[in-house]
């Protein structure tokens, strides 16, 4: 397995410092400029400039970590409806829709595992990549063949939100969606098959046969134990907080032209309006960050987990 350090992990070490910046600025702000500008020794623009830098961090935070969790955001999107399809022979009464998504998933997987292309997505690691093509075809199947009504719903949300308009990207928005997708028990139907799963890899035939697995599939899922158990273990950890990130990405998105020197002073007005909801919203959106952010950091410092993650993007990169 290799043991080599990949690309996605210097993503994500770089996002986490940037997160830790934001965190001392904000720390600056509270302990100090804010004081001073009660004090009448500054005026409140320079208060705007700092927080303005503390949203540029912000941004670049989630950036760099959606970067490199890219190719694991499009695996735990992907896992509910693979499951949900298994379990209905989605495959097999419509071979020609399983194949559209697929053949988009290998695709996904493919430019999600090589540096260039995720180097080509610029500052728009989430509107920039396929993902949202990903969500579109996954949310299209739940709601049409599959009757999944609320997880299709969860799903067309989110793409919408990816694809809508910077007078769309409103923390009020982002906030609606998470909610909506918490009404769909993504994460418990999430983990109550997950388990089921787990049984089946683990050579429990009654499990297998609940999944409805035939002998070809049980032994395509378990030609690759180390993907299969990996992702499978990864999404049970991660599935909410992945959906999450996703939409918080694709919010400061558009704010990338903020550095962490502050706005300038030609901003748009469309991105000087959403400047201004990060910042009325700043609390709300780093205290949503907060615990996503640790579950990151203790997942780096396990070293299967490393070594599993490396693994994943050598088999996805020749897909």
């Known amino acids: 397995m290799p043991s080599e350090k990949i690309f996605s992990l210097e993503y994500i070490e770089d996002g986490l410092v940037d997160w ?13 400029i804010k004081r001073e500008v009660a004090e009448d020794k500054r005026d409140k623009e320079d208060l705007y400039r700092f927080e303005s830098r503390k949203i540029g961090d912000l941004q670049q935070a989630t950036e760099k970590i959606s ?20 379990l209905r022979d989605f495959d097999i009464r419509h071979p020609r829709e399983m194949e559209m998504v697929i053949n988009e998933a290998k695709e996904f997987f493919r430019k999600s595992s090589i540096l260039k292309e995720v180097e080509g997505l610029g500052h728009t690691p989430i509107s920039g990549s396929s993902l949202k093509k990903l969500l579109e075809l996954i949310q299209h199947i739940f709601r049409k063949y599959l009757r999944e009504t609320d997880l299709a719903k969860c799903y067309k949300q989110m793409e919408n939100f990816i694809t809508s308009g910077l007078k ?35 050579g429990e035939l009654e499990a297998c046969n609940q999944l ?18 990996f992702s499978i273990k990864l999404s049970d950890i991660l599935i909410k907080e992945v959906f999450d990130l996703i939409l918080v990405t694709s919010y400061l998105e558009p704010l990338s032209t903020i550095t962490r020197y502050g706005a300038s002073s030609g901003l748009q007005q469309n991105r000087k309006e959403l400047l201004d909801d990060a910042i009325e ?34 088999k996805f990169k020749d897909i």
């Open 20 to 32: 830790e910046r934001a965190i001392e600025t904000k720390n600056y702000i509270d302990d100090k």
């Open 67 to 86: 970067k490199g969790l890219l190719l694991i955001y499009g695996g735990i999107a992907l896992l509910p409806f693979l499951i949900v399809a298994g």
């Open 168 to 202: 769309y990207k409103r923390w009020y928005e982002l906030w609606k969606i998470v909610i909506e997708c918490e009404k769909s028990n993504l994460s418990k139907f999430n983990s109550e098959i997950l388990q089921i799963f787990n049984k089946c890899l683990n």
């Open 212 to 229: 409805g697995l035939n002998d070809e599939r049980f032994r395509r899922l378990t030609e690759n134990p180390y993907i299969t158990s």
């Open 281 to 314: 919203n700043q609390d709300k959106i780093m205290n949503f960050l907060e615990p996503k952010i640790n579950l990151i950091k203790n997942l780096l410092k396990n070293d299967e987990t490393l070594d599993n993650l490396s693994y994943l993007y050598e």
